[in-house]
């Protein structure tokens, strides 16, 4: 071991997101990236991984005993920075604010003043941090002014330091994912979609960012609409790779968008069946308008790869809200991806959004109407969710939601509540619904369908088999009853909700159990 690596240490942390259970548990590839250059270059890396281990003021004493030069948090909007503003304080507690701690990931990127407005909050890493941390460790190791380093935040007595902006980096110069650094273990997972597997691994990206103009999406801000690909040859090493060193059976790719370039894309197919692995597979952000306009024997291609599951953004039923969204797609092009995926006998699961701005029952009616239309055409359709619409700085439908009344939360802290309905009876994220009545109206749509449609899925991935068997035949007549009640629309009076919140908040929001 050298004698950079028994001096020097970076910690890294990722905090729990209040919804982690069984394979909703993916590996922290944000901390994987930053922390492999970071590796390389000779340092002593440590991450530690909430969801699936307790971070207790102990085990953070034992990590921060050997003088780290930084501690690195990473976090998105919602319940997740609770946890990331806990783990802080006990940091800067035990270090007497000794450690400069470092804060990155999509909440951090799009409010970087905001963050560092907060007291644990010392240096903010806007947008892609895979160079940007290696530069600000060798910065501190050798004394140098962080000020060099591009596309960070940071105090400098009263004032606030904003460095030049960092280029999108290329992504064919990835490092491989230094999967050392977790226990793989406690990320692979019997899956919610692929059934009949049990070793199946979210093993990360082959592309970066999307070039579409979805106005409720993030990546405008963070990736600025570019999509950055992988060559075929690299995507193959990481899948099969991976595959074969895990012994996984199933992976899940979560590009924003995979399809993009269908060549690319068949491409890859191709290399998976020629590697003569045995997988099944699915991936994140499917487009139906690139997917309806691939030729069946490209579909077919893709099957035969071991294409299980395609993730569909349907968002809405209504042609004017999907409109509204610039989405860019049209309700018969869901339809007919789904009666595609059926043909081929690919599963696809559907996510949906209600309560955008201007958004009408009527409209949301005709969400309904699609998702359950989707169900009788083809039985094994899936839903996600019907997510409540969330506004987030920097993206098109935040303007749109601010000239219908909406208020920034005035500090971080405050975007712990954003991400769900129970903290919106007064209207603070959907204030275009003008009554507490219909607000609730609007939670109960998106819990129904969590626990009408997801429920099953997701419970049926829990590792424990005690456990597993326990939520499974708990769940049954409760998604049943759900699924009944959203599709005949019964969701203006559902009381029994109120005790589904409750649970939600004691047992996931600020728990510090773990369901594995």
């Known amino acids: 071991m050298s004698s950079k690596e028994e001096k020097t240490q970076v910690l890294l942390l990722y905090p729990k997101t209040g919804m982690d259970f069984g394979s909703t548990v993916a590996p922290p590839h944000a901390l994987l990236a930053v922390a492999a250059p970071i590796l390389k270059a000779g340092y002593k890396v440590r991450i530690l991984d909430q969801r699936v281990e307790p971070i207790t003021e102990e085990i953070l004493k034992k990590e921060l005993s050997g003088e780290p030069i930084c501690v690195g948090i990473s976090t998105m909007v919602g319940s997740q920075i609770y946890f990331a503003l806990s783990l802080a304080e006990t940091v800067r507690r035990i270090t007497n604010g000794k450690v400069p701690i470092v804060w990155g990931g999509c909440q951090p990127s799009v409010v970087p003043e905001q963050t560092l407005e907060n007291e644990n909050v010392d240096y903010v890493v806007i947008g892609e941090g895979d160079r940007t941390l290696l530069e600000m460790v060798r910065a501190w190791e050798h004394k140098q002014p962080l000020a060099e380093v591009a596309g960070i935040m940071f105090k400098n007595g009263r004032e606030i330091v904003r460095t030049p902006p960092r280029s999108l980096l290329d992504v064919e110069e990835l490092l491989p994912v230094p999967w050392e650094l977790v226990n793989i273990e406690s990320y692979i997972h019997r899956d919610m979609y692929i059934s009949d597997r049990r070793r199946v691994l979210d093993i990360g990206q082959t592309s970066r960012g999307c070039p579409f103009k979805c106005g409720f999406c993030s990546s405008a801000t963070i990736r600025q609409r570019k999509w950055r690909a992988m060559s075929v040859d690299k995507s193959l ?122 958004e ?46 909406l208020v920034s939360p005035e500090s971080f802290s405050d975007w712990i509540h954003w991400l769900f309905d129970d903290y919106d009876l007064e209207g603070a994220k959907m204030p275009w619904f003008k009554t507490r009545k219909e607000r609730m109206w609007v939670g109960n749509i998106s819990y ?69």
């Open 237 to 358: 090493n990481l899948i099969v790779d991976t595959v074969k060193r895990f012994k996984l059976d199933g992976f899940w790719l979560r590009d924003d968008e995979f399809y993009i370039n269908r060549k690319r894309a068949n491409a890859i197919f191709k290399g998976i069946i020629d590697a003569k692995i045995d997988v099944r597979f699915y991936t994140s952000g499917t487009r139906c308008d690139v997917f309806t306009q691939a030729g069946e024997e490209e579909i077919a291609l893709m099957k035969r790869a071991g294409a299980h599951t395609l993730k569909f953004g349907a968002e809405s039923g209504s042609q004017r809200i999907l409109n509204l969204m610039q989405k860019g797609i049209t309700v018969e092009q869901t339809i007919e991806s789904n009666l595609r995926c059926k043909r081929h006998g690919i599963i696809p699961v559907f996510a949906f959004i209600v309560g955008y701005p201007t």
């Open 448 to 516: 129904m369908s969590v626990l009408g449609n997801s429920l099953q899925h997701v419970v049926g991935s829990v590792g424990n088999p005690a456990l597993r068997c326990l939520f499974k035949a708990a769940s049954k007549p409760l998604s049943a009853y759900y699924r009944t009640m959203l599709s005949n629309k019964k969701y203006r009076f559902m009381p029994d909700l109120t005790f589904v919140r409750y649970l939600r908040n004691k047992i996931f929001y600020k728990s510090d159990y773990t369901f594995k």
């Open 360 to 405: 009408t029952f009527e409209d949301m009616n005709k969400t309904i109407d699609v998702l359950y239309q989707l169900k009788r055409d083809n039985s094994q359709a899936k839903f996600e969710t019907i997510a409540i619409f969330t506004p987030l700085p920097g993206t098109p439908s935040w303007n749109l939601a601010v000239e219908h009344g």
